[in-house]
């Protein structure tokens, strides 16, 4: 198994305040010699994010039997369950919001076989800080009577 890292790992960029922000970046996996088991860490998620949803554009098809699955380091199937990216156009995404306490990152595992195909994945994103800082240290701001 190869684990890929982009080169795109920052996850200092906050989703401030209560807006919702949207992370992409194009992948050509025909860029790579890659295998079953293989990761791909795409895009960076800050500690005290929301994911509120995350998926994959297919922009152009690949051929074969090789599927794409789209989670993190912790479920590899957390927002697509593996697809064949066969057909150009957005994957089905599944219901599965989920809070980061710590960094880390969209993660496409390349589920069956080698693929071959150019994918747009993307993640909606919220900050749970509303202002604070990502580690955790940030004092108590009202009182209690």
């Given at each position: 198994?190869?684990?890929?890292?982009?080169?795109?790992?920052?996850?200092?960029?906050?989703?401030?305040?209560?807006?919702?922000?949207?992370?992409?970046?194009?992948?050509?996996?025909?860029?790579?010699t890659?295998?079953a088991?293989?990761?791909?860490?795409?895009?960076?998620?800050?500690?005290?994010?929301?994911v509120?949803a995350?998926?994959?554009?297919?922009?152009?098809?690949?051929?074969?039997?090789?599927?794409?699955?789209?989670?993190?380091?912790?479920?590899?199937?957390?927002?697509v369950?593996?697809?064949?990216?066969?057909?150009?156009?957005?994957?089905?995404?599944?219901?599965?919001?989920?809070?980061?306490?710590?960094?880390?990152?969209?993660?496409?595992?390349?589920?069956?076989?080698?693929?071959?195909?150019?994918?747009?994945?993307?993640?909606?994103m919220?900050?749970?800080?509303?202002?604070?800082?990502?580690?955790?240290?940030?004092?108590?701001?009202?009182?209690?009577?």
């Amino acid at each position: 198994m190869t684990a890929y890292n982009s080169s795109n790992a920052n996850t200092q960029i906050k989703a401030s305040g209560d807006t919702v922000r949207i992370a992409s970046e194009v992948v050509d996996f025909s860029s790579t010699t890659n295998a079953a088991t293989d990761t791909f860490d795409i895009i960076g998620i800050p500690a005290n994010t929301m994911v509120v949803a995350a998926g994959f554009d297919v922009l152009t098809a690949g051929t074969g039997t090789g599927t794409i699955a789209l989670g993190d380091s912790v479920d590899g199937d957390q927002y697509v369950a593996a697809v064949a990216p066969t057909s150009v156009g957005q994957q089905a995404v599944l219901a599965a919001p989920f809070a980061f306490s710590s960094a880390d990152a969209i993660r496409a595992t390349i589920a069956t076989a080698a693929v071959n195909a150019k994918v747009r994945v993307w993640a909606a994103m919220i900050s749970l800080d509303k202002g604070g800082s990502d580690a955790d240290t940030d004092s108590q701001n009202v009182t209690f009577s």
